[in-house]
C-alpha cells in the first residue's frame, strides 16, 4: 500500500472515529448526568431515614457492593438461602473459557485470583490461534454447504432462462439472506423467548457478539433465573457458527475483490495496448505524408570519402588545394547543382585525417588541411616523410 494511501485511510478512520465519539457523547453523556444525580438522590434519603450510618460508611458499604457484584456475586441472591446459581459451574465456567478463546470477553465475570489470571494468560496464547484454526476450517465447510445449496437454486433459474449475470445477483443476496435468517434472526427470537429481552435488546446483543465486541451489560444465561447447564454451551456453540459464517462472507468478498482488480489490470493493459497501437500508426501515417525530414548537414554524420590521388607537382612548388568538385559540371547539365567538397566543413576533415593519415602517408602524399582563417605562407617548407615500416616507398632524391 502507498504512503499517501495509507494515510488516507489513517485520516478516513480517524474522522470515523471522532465522528463517533462525538455521537456517543451526545446520546450518552445526559444519562450518565441524570444516573449520578438519582444516585446522589438516594443516597441522601438513605442518610436521613437511617441518621445513626454516618456518610463514610455508607461510602465504604457501596464500594464493597460494588467490588462484589464485579466479582461475579448477584445482589438479588441471599447468601443464606439455597440456589444452585454461580458464576463459576461448569456450564457458566465453560462459557467463560469459550469467550477468551473467542476474544469477546463480556466482562460480566472477572478473574479475582492470582493463579486464575496467571493461568489465563497461557490459556488465552494457546486457545486464540486454535480457535483461529477451528474457525477457518468450520467457515469454509459452511460456505461449501451454503454454496452448494444456493447451486440448485441458480440451476433452477437458469432452466426458467433467467440471465446468468442476474442470476449471480440473486445468489448473492440469497447467501446473505439464509445466513441472516439462520445466524442473526432465529436467535434473536430465541433470546427474547428465554431471556425476557426486548427485541431490540436481543438483536444488539446478537451483533456485539458476533462481532466479538462483547461489553458484557447482556449475557445469555447470566440470570439467576437461568437453571439449565446446557443453556450456555449450547450459545458458545451458536457463537461458533456465526463466526464461521461471517468469516466466509468476508471470504467470499475478499475473493470478489480480487476478482475485480485483477479484471481491473487486464483491461488497463488491454486499453494502454490499444492506445500505444494507435499512436504507432498515427506517426507512422503522418511520416508517409510529410515525408522524411532532412536534419542539417552539421548533425547528420557524412560517410568518409575515399583518399584523393596525388597529383604530380613541380618540385618547389606547394600542392595546391582541391578543387570543390572531381570534375567541373559539363556544359550540357547547367542546372545541376553544385556539391560541397569535403573541406567546406573542417570538423569532418579533422576526423577524415585522423583516420587516413596512414593511408596517405604510405602513398608519399600530404593530405590538404583545410584553411583555419588565417593563410599560411606561399611557399612551407616540405618535410620529408617517414618511413613506417619496411615496403614503404622512400622520398626521391634521399640517399639510401
Not at 542546372?335 to 579533422?350: F, G, V, W
Not at 604510405?362 to 615496403?391: D, F, I, Q, S, W
Request: charged share 15%.
Amino acid at each position: 500500500m502507498r504512503s499517501t494511501t495509507l494515510l488516507a485511510l489513517l485520516a478516513l478512520v480517524l474522522l470515523y472515529l471522532v465522528s463517533g465519539a462525538l455521537v456517543f457523547q451526545a446520546l450518552e453523556q445526559p444519562h450518565e448526568q441524570q444516573a449520578q444525580r438519582e444516585l446522589g438522590e438516594v443516597r441522601e434519603k438513605f442518610l436521613r431515614a437511617h441518621p445513626c450510618v454516618s456518610d463514610q460508611d455508607l461510602g465504604l458499604f457501596i464500594k464493597d457492593v460494588a467490588d462484589a457484584l464485579g466479582g461475579g456475586a448477584d445482589p438479588a441472591i441471599n447468601a443464606t438461602s439455597n440456589s444452585n446459581h454461580s458464576v463459576w459451574d461448569l456450564g457458566s465456567a465453560f462459557f467463560f473459557s469459550g469467550t477468551i478463546i473467542t476474544t469477546i470477553g463480556y466482562g460480566n465475570a472477572a478473574l479475582r485470583t492470582d493463579a486464575g489470571r496467571l493461568f489465563c494468560i497461557f490459556y488465552a496464547l494457546v486457545g486464540i490461534p486454535l480457535f483461529g484454526i477451528l474457525l477457518a476450517g468450520v467457515g469454509d465447510r459452511l460456505g461449501s454447504s451454503l454454496r452448494r445449496g444456493i447451486g440448485h437454486i441458480e440451476a433452477i433459474f437458469l432452466k426458467w432462462h433467467v440471465p446468468p449475470g442476474l442470476v449471480r445477483i440473486l445468489s448473492a443476496v440469497l447467501f446473505l439472506l439464509i445466513g441472516c435468517l439462520l445466524f442473526v434472526l432465529t436467535p434473536t427470537f430465541v433470546f427474547c423467548y428465554v431471556e425476557g429481552w426486548s427485541k431490540l435488546e436481543a438483536i444488539y446483543f446478537v451483533v456485539v457478539t458476533l462481532t466479538t465486541v462483547g461489553f458484557g451489560d447482556y449475557v445469555a444465561g447470566a440470570s439467576p433465573n437461568q437453571s439449565n447447564a446446557a443453556y450456555q454451551p449450547l450459545v458458545w456453540f451458536w457463537i461458533l457458527l456465526g463466526l464461521a459464517y461471517f468469516a466466509s462472507v468476508l471470504t467470499t468478498i475478499g475473493n470478489w475483490l480480487r476478482v475485480v482488480s485483477r479484471r481491473t489490470r487486464a483491461e488497463m493493459g488491454g486499453l494502454t495496448a490499444q492506445a500505444a497501437s494507435w499512436t504507432g500508426t498515427v506517426t507512422a501515417r503522418v511520416t508517409q505524408r510529410v515525408g522524411p525530414t532532412a536534419p542539417p548537414p552539421l548533425e547528420k554524420e557524412r560517410p568518409l570519402l575515399p583518399p584523393p590521388p596525388c597529383p604530380a607537382q613541380p618540385t618547389g612548388r606547394p600542392p595546391s588545394p582541391l578543387p570543390s568538385k572531381a570534375e567541373p559540371p559539363s556544359p550540357s547539365s547547367p542546372s545541376t547543382p553544385p556539391t560541397a567538397s569535403a573541406l567546406d566543413y573542417p570538423s569532418e576533415n579533422l576526423a577524415f585525417i585522423d583516420e587516413s593519415s596512414d593511408t596517405q602517408s604510405e602513398r608519399g602524399c600530404a593530405l590538404p588541411r583545410a584553411p583555419r582563417g588565417r593563410r599560411r605562407p606561399p611557399n612551407p617548407p616540405r618535410k620529408p616523410a617517414r618511413p613506417r615500416g619496411p615496403g614503404r616507398q622512400r622520398e626521391k632524391g634521399v640517399p639510401v
